[in-house]
């Protein structure tokens, strides 16, 4: 079972949790002139990364708030985790 380490409750375990999938995809705007193709990709296609990955997590038995987490896929193994709008440091950097 993973430990998650909520930005406001601090560490849980992951029953607690609710993956929300890739932070990355943003909105493609402006949204009444998107083609169907982007807003297919948009909203189905995912990179399915195989190692150090970005997504975004609800406390839904907690703080019930969104925050990030920095994943490995392979090890399971959380580098950071931090608000939605403030990724650590020390994971974009890197
Ligand atoms: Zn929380």
Do not use: K, Q
């Not at 169907?36 to 296609?45: I, K, P």
């Not at 190692?51 to 994943?71: K, Q, T």
């Not at 709008?85 to 974009?92: E, G, I, Q, R, Y």
């Amino acid at each position: 079972m993973l430990r998650i380490d909520c930005p406001w409750c601090g560490p849980r375990d992951e029953t607690e949790f609710r993956c929300g999938g890739e932070l990355a995809p943003v909105r493609p705007e402006p949204f009444d002139r998107v083609d169907a193709a982007t807003w297919r990709d948009h909203l189905f296609v995912r990179a399915n990364t195989c190692g150090p990955h970005a997504e975004r997590w609800l406390h839904v038995y907690g703080c019930r708030r969104w925050f990030s987490v920095f994943r490995d896929t392979r090890t399971h193994v959380i580098a950071a985790t931090g608000p939605l709008d403030l990724p650590p440091a020390s994971v974009v950097s890197s």
